[in-house]
């Protein structure tokens, strides 16, 4: 392969006139962590209830978590961020669909893609919280219920603290994965760290160097997020207790 | 204390109990054994509604465990209950596991709550163990904590499912000794258990199920003595051989 690679470019103007190249792709990894984060709020939040209802013993409750799950992991992430920009504001009340579709860029790209990737999201989470607790021993909640803890009281204090440590790892790979598919949203517009890219190699021509510079800050980011939470599952780690990290001993 | 009457459960269509039916006064200490599948956990299970029951009737200290409007919660704070896997729980410290349900579920301050705690731990011996976590500790000493943790509710009864199957030999005696030392202070006490010794000793009636019926109800004496029905004979035969 005769490819001349050239380094500079990355120093020099972008046409839009915001600043060098680098310093467009650092704006839009803001712009991919800005949305992500959100998502992972809304994700751990949403994924957390709907997960721990799969397990209650109420059948309603559990048929109206498992469908909620079925419908968004079912449907592709970018079916699903197309709904949200173009058609969710046409089903809202007019008033609302209207502000919605005038909000000035980003944020009318930035608000569909968080709650998207937000939804996505939590029915993987809610699949991980309800392993989590299924994989439990049964006495446990039976202890706590023998003790007259409330069904609310016994997944708060005895059931969840356990579930999520063992879930940590698994929820790990969710918080990757939605830095990783925030990238869908250049589809709706958003200027993240892909979207940039590409408008890199659109002005430049550079295709190879926008991409490798893409390539290498997202890796750069999901090993922050790695180690970060390394240190939290070692952190919330409970002395004697079989845990799922390669560091604790064999038992 | 806790009348059981006619009784009767099924998994399904598969029967578990068979219209049981048994009483056990205030200060009693009664033994429930059997072969395996005889249905004798599901029995002490019923009675603090950790299983429903389809049939029958039960009532601890006057109140009725199948309605529909008991507080269960409530009635459950009343009750001990200590299990085969002792199933402490394992992300909380000893002190922890001691207090969690006084101060959730009776309301006590946590220094109330902690007193009370670290002073029934003290009585089953472990007051030196109170800041570790139950996977530092041996079944013995896990299942003392376990003891412990029911009797931080001030129980009225405790009910007792195979306390000492999980254990090593070495380890059974310990919690034997402190079950007891529960026994002669005149706890009312539902004890599933194959240790006959334990039986003997402090029992003042045995149990004996089996196919998820109750076949004998009668006091220690006459169960050790002259057990009625065949199969008593050749369960006793069987576990008393060695």
């Known amino acids: 392969m005769n490819y001349n690679w050239e380094w500079g470019i990355y120093l020099a103007a972008e046409p839009g006139g915001t600043g060098i190249y680098i310093k467009y792709l650092v704006i839009g990894l803001g712009w991919t962590l800005a949305t992500a984060l959100a998502a992972w709020v809304i994700a751990l939040a949403i994924g957390l209830v709907v997960g721990t209802l799969r397990t209650t013993p109420h059948k309603w409750v559990v048929r109206l978590g498992n469908a909620y799950v079925e419908v968004f992991r079912n449907v592709p992430l970018i079916v699903q961020m197309f709904l949200w920009f173009f058609v969710v504001p046409e089903l809202l009340p007019k008033a609302l669909g209207d502000w919605v579709k005038q909000m000035a860029p980003p944020w009318g790209s930035y608000l569909p893609a968080v709650m998207c990737l937000g939804l996505y999201t939590s029915v993987r989470v809610a699949e991980q919280v309800k392993a989590g607790i299924g994989s439990l021993p049964r006495g446990q909640g039976m202890a706590g219920t023998a003790l007259g803890l409330t069904l609310g009281q016994n997944y708060r204090f005895v059931q969840l603290p356990q579930a999520l440590r063992i879930v940590l790892p698994p929820l790990t790979s969710e918080f990757m994965n939605v830095i990783k598919n925030s990238s869908v949203a250049l589809t709706i517009g958003l200027l993240e760290l892909t979207g940039r890219a590409r408008a890199m190699q659109e002005f430049s021509f550079k295709v190879f160097e926008a991409f490798a510079a893409a390539t290498v800050i997202y890796l750069l980011t999901n090993l922050v997020v790695v180690f970060a939470m390394r240190a939290l599952e070692k952190k919330v780690q409970v002395p004697g207790l079989i845990s799922a990290s390669p560091t604790a001993g064999a038992h | ?242």
């Open chain 2, 1 to 242: 204390m806790i009348s059981i009457k006619n009784i009767s459960k099924w998994y399904g269509s598969f029967q578990v109990l068979t219209d049981c039916s048994t009483e056990v006064k205030k200060g009693e200490v009664v033994v429930v054994c059997g072969p395996s599948g005889s249905g004798k956990s599901t029995i002490i299970k019923c009675v603090n509604a950790l299983e429903p029951f389809q049939k029958g009737e039960i009532n601890v200290d006057g109140i009725s465990v199948g309605d529909p409007k008991t507080d269960l919660p409530k009635l459950r704070s009343r009750i001990g209950m200590v299990f085969q896997n002792f199933e402490l729980f394992p992300h909380l410290s000893v002190t922890e596991n001691l207090t969690l349900a006084q101060i959730k579920v009776l309301g006590r301050t946590p220094d109330a709550a902690r007193d009370k705690g670290l002073k029934l731990l003290d009585r089953v011996g472990l007051m030196a163990h109170k800041d570790k976590f139950p996977g530092q500790l041996s079944g013995g000493q896990q299942q003392r904590v376990a003891i412990a943790r029911a009797l931080s509710m001030d129980p009225i009864a405790m009910l007792f499912d195979e306390p000492t199957s999980a254990l090593d030999p070495e380890m059974i005696n310990e919690v034997l000794d402190v079950m007891v030392q529960l026994a002669q202070e005149g706890m009312t006490m539902m004890v599933v258990t194959h240790e006959m010794g334990f039986a003997k000793r402090v029992a003042h009636r045995v149990i004996f199920m089996d196919a998820g019926k109750i076949i004998e109800d009668c006091t220690k004496d006459d169960f050790f003595g002259a057990p009625r029905s065949e199969r008593a004979q050749l369960f006793l035969s069987k576990i008393l051989h060695h």
